[in-house]
C-alpha cells in the first residue's frame, strides 16, 4: 500500500524518503527534500527550496516555505531548513529567508508549533521549543531553546527570545528578552523568571538561586545593565546557567525588556 496519497500533487524533482507519508489534496513542489519517517497530512503546500528532516508531523492547512510578503523580496532562491521531530499543527505559516540577512528560515527539531502559528523570513526557532497558537514571529528574530511563547504573543522583527524563557499569552516583544526571564504585556514587562520551567527540567536547587540572585541584580537592584552584568562575573564563571542569562544581555542589539 502506498504512503502517498494518489489525490496528492507532487513535483517530479521533489525528494521524498521512501517511508513519507502524504495525505489527500498536498502540493509539495519542486527543490523540495523530506526526510525519512515525516508524515505531511492533507491540504498542505510545501514550496521549495526546503529540507525537513525525519519524524516531522505536519498538519492540515499549513503553509511550509513559502515566499515571504517581505517587499524586499525579488524572488531569489532563498531556503527553508526545518530539523527534526517537530510538530507543526494546523495553519501554520513558515517563510522562507530573504538575501539581504541570512538567505534562509531554520526550525530546529524536537518544536512544537500550534495551532495558526507564523514564522516570518529569517527567523531561527532552535530547539524543544513550544509556540502556542496565533504566536507570530516577524522577519529575523531569533528564539532559543526550550522557549515558550503563549498563545498570540506577538514578536518584532530582529528581537532575540532567549533560552529558556517565558512569554504570558498576549505578550507583544518589541526588545530582546534575555534567557530565563518571563515577560508579560503590552509592552511586554519583565515580571520573573521562568522557574517553573526549570523546575520541570531538573534544575539543581544552587543553579536556581544563583539565577534568583541574578535576576535581581540585573532587575531589581537600581544598578544600571552594564553596571550590573559586571558584578555578575563571578557567579557566571561558577554557574554555566548565569553565564547564559549574562551573555544573552551582553549580546543584545535591540536592548532588554524590563
Known amino acids: 500500500m502506498s504512503l502517498i496519497d494518489p489525490r496528492a500533487i507532487i513535483d517530479p524533482s521533489a525528494r521524498l524518503a521512501a517511508n513519507v507519508q ?5 502540493i509539495i513542489g519542486p527543490d523540495v527534500e523530506i526526510g525519512e519517517g515525516t508524515v505531511v497530512a492533507s491540504h498542505v503546500v510545501i514550496r521549495g527550496p526546503t529540507v525537513i528532516g525525519r519524524d516531522n508531523k505536519i498538519y492540515q492547512f499549513t503553509s511550509i516555505g513559502e515566499d515571504t510578503p517581505d517587499l524586499k523580496y525579488r ?3 532563498t531556503r527553508l531548513l526545518v530539523g527534526d521531530r517537530n510538530v507543526i499543527r494546523e495553519g501554520v505559516t513558515i517563510h522562507r529567508g530573504t ?5 534562509e528560515t531554520c526550525i530546529g527539531s524536537d518544536n512544537l508549533l500550534m495551532a495558526y502559528v507564523h514564522v ?3 527567523s531561527v526557532i532552535d530547539n524543544h521549543c513550544i509556540l502556542v497558537n496565533n504566536t507570530a514571529l516577524a522577519g529575523h528574530v531569533h528564539v532559543g531553546d526550550y522557549a515558550i511563547l503563549s498563545g498570540y504573543t506577538l514578536v518584532h522583527q530582529y528581537c532575540h527570545i532567549g533560552p529558556y524563557s517565558f512569554t504570558a499569552m498576549g505578550t507583544a516583544i518589541g526588545k530582546d528578552v534575555p534567557a530565563f526571564v518571563t515577560v508579560a504585556g503590552n509592552p511586554a514587562e519583565a515580571r520573573s523568571m521562568n522557574f517553573e520551567g526549570m523546575r520541570r527540567r531538573g534544575f539543581a536547587p544552587a543553579t536556581v538561586q544563583a539565577l ?3 535576576y535581581k ?3 531589581r537592584s537600581g544598578l544600571t545593565v552594564d553596571q550590573a552584568v559586571e558584578q555578575l562575573a563571578d557567579s557566571a564563571r561558577e554557574h554555566a546557567e548565569v553565564a547564559l542569562f549574562r551573555d544573552s544581555i551582553r549580546h543584545s542589539t535591540r536592548g532588554i525588556t524590563r
Open 217 to 219: 541584580l540585573v532587575y
Open 75 to 77: 524572488g531569489e532562491p
Open 99 to 103: 538575501v539581504q540577512d541570512r538567505g
Open 22 to 26: 502524504v495525505g489527500p489534496w498536498t
Open 120 to 122: 516570518g523570513h529569517d
Open 212 to 214: 534568583r540572585r541574578a
